[in-house]
């Protein structure tokens, strides 16, 4: 046999968005035969063929293979041609970006929606999105709003899915503030305001390269004593590369920053001294080999100078023994014999700390001497206890640090506040440690006063809720008494509700070393609040601002430093100088950084009053539900669909604050409504209690209360509603798809909890487990028959027979929380009985490097700190989903190549419509930039039932030139279905699949 080369030609596809009844802008004729397309596939074109037919409007889109490099270098080109398009209004030559074209029928906004049943009236047009505004007029005011977002954000490289992906990435452009530092304040000549240096460190998405992008901009804040009279930026901001952590001396005449680089493949771990000179000092902690990596985490991290500003504290990994070959040769290369030294053994399982710790296991304290670059490890720590959050004692004598237990086992760490754990006192000079808090609690943030007579630290009860309302301790550094400054608070008593922050900033003290500052959420709120330890007194300095959350970076010389934001407003820098005791609420804040406001979206509070019942002594609690809705109502849109999202947790909140995520479904025309059902953090330690034994009932059910009441008082659609929600939430969202299938049309869940009893054994916190049920833990705790079965039937899973509603999962191939066996658990039953549902499984962080998909080791977990790979797909599943109020609901079909290098994706085939809404072209990275794209409309099958088959064929060009994708469609019950497909590249046919 003899295999010829498939000759490299030129062809053009075809796609006609065909206009119905005259004069009908909005609907499309279902007469039109596809093999107008499919007839025209091969063969050259003149676009008057199409544009001069009767059609009022047609799009041509022509593709030629690339020319090879003698063609190139005839033509004087250095890339492939451009995609060309030829258009009825206008020529228009030039690179069309992906998120002009990318699946507009999915992503059709609500003013095109179908009213009437759609049996009885042509189908909608898609709406090609484009920066050309004649386009855009085409399709009515709806689709003219959505291009003019999609121009806002042409400036960045694509990030995701078309206008969806364009509006994710304009949304997420807006940064937020990391760290803020004010330097030492000098006199400015002629003024008699003094000036303060004010450092800050900021962090956004940067879509591009699939990271987070980290910068710093600096400023010098005019102060007068009493205020901040003026802000002068300095300079331009710079990017951050390769920094791990920074912090300021106690003077500010010193800054120690830790950063990393490869050398030779290996990373290198370097601690850097900085002054008013320069780069003063630095140090290669990997060559000296003395530990392993540094703790760069919020749970044991730290940097902590001391009072001389001649030693640096810092937590890093116990350093362990270079593993050796199984079997050695007789000698080394360096002469030493076989065991001669010792070597860590293989294969053995090292306990870690759990979700988003898992390379955690055996933190030490290290400490450096700046002057003589010596660094040592703390020895005499109980080998029991894992240090952290460590700081130096008043006169540099000692050390204090949280001490946690890890014996027999560790217990997940992340996000909760109830494993055991004390404060400590390491005696540098004996090396010995003292207990100075109780050893049945769990600790955590220990700050000591500026004058270094008051500590402060939270404290709540072991086990139990993860996540609790919080005591705010103090001990007396001289007689070492501890007193209770801010008791838990079970209700409401004037309207402060408690502490229940995951750590105090790092500087809160205020300068008279009797108050403290720090931002918590209250209630669907997280506020500014200002405590006296001495009366116990608590202020709220933020309430009733426009800003619906407050976080406090720091307080350094009585100046506030606090970043804000609200649904609808991204964050903003604002500083304030601290009034004397008694007149905080005379606080007037200053700007340094000014976000507007959104002026298409508003939000609001709304709150819940349950019904009482007898099961429950909690029942008379209230709780609340964000809502964010688009301003005013769009042509011929009297109400909005509904995306409903449940938090996580369990005990967790949604304050009001600012969430792309959200913002982008908003201005996309969803309403989307966050609840904070009983058991959310900042209601009260009553409402966090109430959830225990009513996990899968109390959480749902508010949920749906929450959802009537918004359908009751705001203009939603009840027809049109879906859910989003990761963890717990996904666990609730699984719930309501069960128990209301008819009133929720569709629902993305990440990482949800399907089944309680076989995710027992798989997280990290399977105390948890016990505590949702009110049953007591114990590390030695077997589970009983009557445990599990009580587990189980709190669990989705077992009322998965009554879930009809189109599903899409995704979850971290890591996940230590929640195992990423839980989706498929409940994916293979759904699928068994014929529901639409896909899951995704996230490998990890996808990385473009030059024309390849690079996977990061990086992989991702519980918390799924990525970029915005899996928001795009998930989002563009809800915009898609919403249409299908009435007959059968969207599907989403994926196939492979066999080169696995694209994936084919069927979007929303309904068989009233009669036609395929999408096909487009992706990587192989579901959230990477969209390859090709091709929309067509088929027609009925003949009759309704009918067992012929029509097989219309489509093909799609690659928008970046490099590609092609052709197939064929059969039909399969009550959806088309692709027979196979095949993709081309400059090298010809690539790979095929056949029917699946």
């Known amino acids: 046999m003899v295999m010829r080369k498939r000759k490299k030609q030129n062809f053009v596809v075809a796609v006609a968005f065909i206009m119905g009844r005259e004069g009908d802008p909005d609907t499309v004729s279902s007469q039109w035969d596809p093999a107008r397309l499919t007839g025209i596939r091969n063969s050259a074109i003149d676009p008057s063929a199409v544009t001069n037919t009767s059609l009022p409007f047609a799009c041509i889109f022509k593709f030629s293979y690339p020319p090879g490099k003698k063609e190139r270098q005839d033509r004087g080109q250095e890339r492939p041609p451009p995609l060309r398009l030829g258009l009825p209004s206008r020529d228009f030559q030039g690179e069309p970006r992906a998120e002009a074209w990318l699946c507009p029928r999915l992503l059709s906004p609500p003013g095109q929606l179908l009213s009437a049943p759609p049996a009885s009236r042509p189908c909608a047009v898609p709406a090609l999105l484009s920066r050309d505004k004649r386009l855009s007029g085409c399709f009515g005011e709806t689709s003219r709003a959505m291009a003019s977002r999609a121009e806002r954000a042409e400036e960045a490289p694509p990030a995701g899915s078309g206008p969806l992906g364009a509006l994710y990435r304009e949304l997420s452009r807006f940064p937020g503030v990391t760290y803020a530092s004010v330097g030492v304040g000098f006199a400015a000549c002629g003024a008699a305001a003094e000036c303060l240096p004010l450092y800050t460190e900021w962090c956004q998405p940067d879509l591009g390269r699939h990271q987070k992008l980290h910068f710093s901009r600096q400023y010098i804040l005019h102060h007068n004593s009493r205020a901040i009279v003026s802000v002068t930026p300095v300079g331009i901001p710079a990017e951050i590369r390769d920094q791990l952590l920074i912090r300021m001396s106690p003077t500010g005449m010193h800054k120690a920053v830790f950063t990393h680089h490869l050398e030779m493949g290996q990373k290198q771990e370097m601690i850097e001294v900085w002054n008013k000179s320069g780069k003063v000092r630095s140090i290669n902690l990997t060559s000296l080999d003395k530990h392993g990596r540094v703790y760069t985490d919020e749970q044991f991290g730290c940097v902590a100078w001391s009072s001389s500003e001649t030693q640096i ?120 440690c003292e207990l100075l808090s109780s050893d049945s609690e769990a600790v955590s943030s220990p700050r000591l006063s500026p004058d270094g007579t008051r500590l402060l630290y939270l404290e709540c009860p072991v086990f139990g809720p993860h996540r609790q309302c919080l005591k705010l301790q103090m001990l007396n550094w001289q007689t070492k008494l501890t007193s209770t400054v801010v008791d838990v608070v079970r209700t409401a008593t004037s309207g402060f509700l408690g502490i229940y922050s995951g750590a105090l900033p790092l500087l809160c003290w205020a300068a008279d070393n009797h108050r403290v500052l720090l931002s918590t959420p209250q209630r669907s709120r997280k506020e500014l609040l200002v405590v006296d330890t001495e009366l116990g007194s608590v202020k709220a300095l933020t309430e009733g601002t426009p800003e619906g959350s407050w976080t406090l970076l720091g307080i350094q010389q009585d100046l506030l430093v606090v970043s804000c934001s609200s649904p609808n407003c991204p964050p903003s820098l604002k500083v304030g100088v601290l009034p004397p005791a008694g007149c905080e609420l005379e606080l007037q804040w200053t700007s340094v950084e000014e976000a507007s406001v959104l002026p298409d979206m508003e939000w609001k509070i709304l709150t819940v009053h349950p019904p009482m019942t007898e099961d429950n002594q909690y029942t008379g609690q209230a709780f609340e539900a964000l809502l964010l809705t688009p301003r005013g109502n769009r042509r011929e849109e009297k109400t909005f669909p509904l995306i409903v999202s449940p938090h996580g947790g369990p005990h967790a909140v949604f304050d009001a604050c600012w969430r792309p995520k959200m913002a982008s479904l908003c201005q996309l025309g969803f309403a989307v409504l966050m609840v904070n059902y009983r058991g959310s953090l900042g209601f009260g330690q009553a409402s966090i209690e109430s959830l225990i034994s009513h996990v899968g009932v109390q959480d749902v059910e508010d949920t749906q209360l929450a959802v009537k009441l918004a359908l009751r008082t705001e203009p939603l659609d009840p027809d049109r509603i879906a859910l989003l929600g990761g963890s717990h939430g996904g666990f609730v969202c699984c719930h309501l798809i069960a128990r209301y299938p008819e009133m929720y049309k569709a629902c993305v869940v990440r990482s949800p909890v399907i089944n309680m009893a076989t995710l027992l054994g798989t997280s990290d916190i399977p105390d948890w487990r016990y505590a949702v049920l009110g049953l007591p833990y114990c590390f030695e705790r077997i589970p009983t028959e009557e445990d599990l079965t009580a587990m189980l039937l709190c669990s989705p899973i077992i009322h998965a027979a009554k879930v009809h509603t189109p599903l899409l999962m995704y979850v971290g191939a890591k996940d230590r929380r929640v195992s990423p066996y839980q989706a498929l658990e409940y994916y293979r039953v759904l699928r068994a009985r014929g529901i639409p549902v896909q899951c995704l499984l996230l490998l990890g962080i996808y990385m473009r490097s030059r024309r390849r998909i690079c996977v990061s080791p990086h992989i991702s977990g519980h918390s799924n700190q990525l970029s915005s790979a899996p928001h795009i797909p998930c989002l563009a599943y809800l915009t898609g989903s919403h249409r299908y109020v009435q007959g059968r609901c969207a599907q989403f079909t994926l196939l492979h190549t066999a080169s696995k290098s694209h994936i084919a994706v069927l979007v929303a085939h309904d068989w009233q419509l009669g036609h395929i809404e999408d096909i487009f072209i992706t990587s192989a990275c579901m959230g990477s930039r969209i390859r090709a794209l091709a929309s067509m409309v088929g027609g009925h099958p003949e009759g309704e039932g009918s067992t012929s088959q029509k097989k219309p064929l489509f093909m799609a060009c690659n928008l970046d030139g490099w590609g092609s994708v052709e197939g064929k469609l059969a039909w399969k019950e009550n959806y088309w279905l692709p027979v196979w497909l095949q993709t081309y590249d400059n090298g010809g046919y690539k790979g095929a699949v056949g029917e699946s």
């Open 313 to 432: 504290l810092y937590v890093a990994e116990r350093r362990r023994p270079k593993r050796q070959p199984l079997f050695p040769q007789s000698r080394s290369p360096q002469g030493e014999e076989p065991g001669e030294t010792r070597k860590e053994e293989h294969f053995v399982y090292h306990d870690n700390w759990g979700e988003a710790l898992s390379d955690k296991s055996f933190p030490v304290l290290c400490v450096v001497n700046v002057e003589t670059s010596e660094v040592s490890v703390l020895e005499g720590i109980p080998g029991h206890i894992s240090p952290g959050q460590a700081l130096w004692s008043p006169d540099d004598k000692g050390i204090l640090f949280v001490g946690w237990w890890h014996e027999p086992f560790r217990l997940g760490l992340n996000a909760c506040s109830n494993r055991r754990s004390a404060l400590f006192l390491f005696d540098l000079s004996e090396s010995s």
